[in-house]
């Protein structure tokens, strides 16, 4: 959470999402989100991991976030072949807002997802885990 009470979706998440049985492989990804007053819009990158035709895909995000429920939809950049159509994603967020877990669908297929929003330290915070991992 950015503030007490507060579960402004802000910042930067690491994800995947998975395809049902066999249908493709988990997909990692990174977003970068920015909200004012529930709404929210940002940017996706993901590796191509179903076509393999790019090294990287580009997507925009735009949605709502009320409480912990989240909904949002991501558009692929460049209508890449296979990634022409939106995918709608729906999720809940964790007490503590730093995991979104959910399902996503597209046309007749859905899988689940997850989101961990990024860590940050202060100095202070980063001088004594590297102290502790020190060799």
Known sequence: MTQAGSFDLT????????????????????AVLSETGGAFRGAILEPDMVYGLSDA??????GHRSGRAVDFTKVYLGHTVGY???????????SDGQTLTGVWSLQSMSG??????????SEEQG?????????
């Not at 930067?12 to 990804?29: I, K, L």
């Not at 895909?57 to 735009?62: G, H, K, R």
């Open 11 to 30: 910042g930067q998440w690491h994800g995947t999402y998975a395809y049902p049985g066999t249908a493709g492989p988990a997909t990692p990804f990174v």
């Open 57 to 62: 895909l580009e997507a925009t995000v735009i």
């Open 84 to 94: 022409e159509e939106p995918v709608d994603y729906v999720g809940q967020l964790s």
């Open 112 to 121: 689940v997802f997850e989101m961990f929003r990024e860590i940050e330290f």
């Open 127 to 135: 001088a004594r885990i590297a102290e502790t991992i020190e060799i």
